[in-house]
């Protein structure tokens, strides 16, 4: 059974940081792009940040660039998200998900979630 | 960016119904677009890829069509089980981006 599984999310200040991880089974992770979505008060279900499985192409929204970094770990079947420079509208709850078939853009299975509080 | 418009916002129906929810993207995707539903307290859920016509074990009584920028989602013969919310995601092109939701409830 594929299986996400989300950590590491809590209430920080902000300017914090904060690491998420997302722990994948039931699947090889390399074949898969993965990705973070984050769901908000402010504006719903938002897409954050891809990663290609095997060549470290990273792929980030707007909002986010040069504060959030992806990173993956491979033979641990790891995904992570970085977040610095927390501000009041990253508050949510962060999402982890594998990407479909070939690459195709669309998002299954997600993890549970984790929520994420930046408070000011 | 591409804007994803959905209509209703909310709709409330039967057990026995069918509704239908509509999808539209500010540009043309093709088929590049998705459907997740979404219960309370839990993460979204991937029902259909439109372009693949790829189901994650979908009742065949939700059904997609459309291309382009309008698509919609029909919910044919409601069940219990279908009362939630539904979203749609443009696959076409980054960022992603989601509907702001169709809220289903029981009348």
């Known amino acids: 059974e594929v299986q996400l599984s989300e950590s590491g999310g809590g209430l920080v200040q902000r300017g914090g940081s904060l690491r998420l991880s997302c722990a994948a089974s039931g699947f090889t992770f390399i074949n898969y792009a993965m990705t973070w979505v984050r769901q908000t008060p402010g504006k719903g279900l938002e897409w954050v940040a891809t990663m290609s499985g095997n060549d470290d192409s990273t792929y980030y929204a707007d909002p986010v660039r040069g504060r959030f970094t992806i990173s993956r770990d491979n033979p641990r079947n790891m995904l992570y998200l970085q977040m610095n420079s927390l501000r009041a509208e990253d508050t949510g709850i962060y999402y982890c998900?594998?990407?479909?078939?070939?690459?195709?853009?669309?998002?299954?299975?997600w993890g549970q979630g984790t929520l994420v509080t930046v408070s000011s | 960016d591409i804007q994803m418009t959905q209509s209703p916002s909310s709709v409330s129906a039967s057990i026995g119904d069918t509704v239908t929810i509509t999808c539209r993207a500010s540009q043309g995707i093709s088929r590049w677009l998705a459907w997740y539903q979404q219960k309370p307290g839990k993460a979204p859920k991937f029902l259909i890829y439109?372009?693949?016509s790829f189901q994650s074990g979908v009742p065949s009584r939700f059904s997609v069509s459309g291309s382009g920028t309008e698509f919609t989602l029909t919910i044919s013969s409601l069940q219990p089980e279908d009362f939630a919310t539904y979203y749609c995601?443009?696959?076409?092109?980054?960022?992603?981006?989601f509907g702001q939701g169709t809220r289903l409830d029981i009348k």
């Open positions: 439109v372009a693949s």
């Open positions: 995601q443009q696959a076409d092109s980054f960022p992603f981006t």
């Open positions: 998900a594998r990407d479909g078939v070939g690459g195709a853009n669309w998002f299954d299975p």
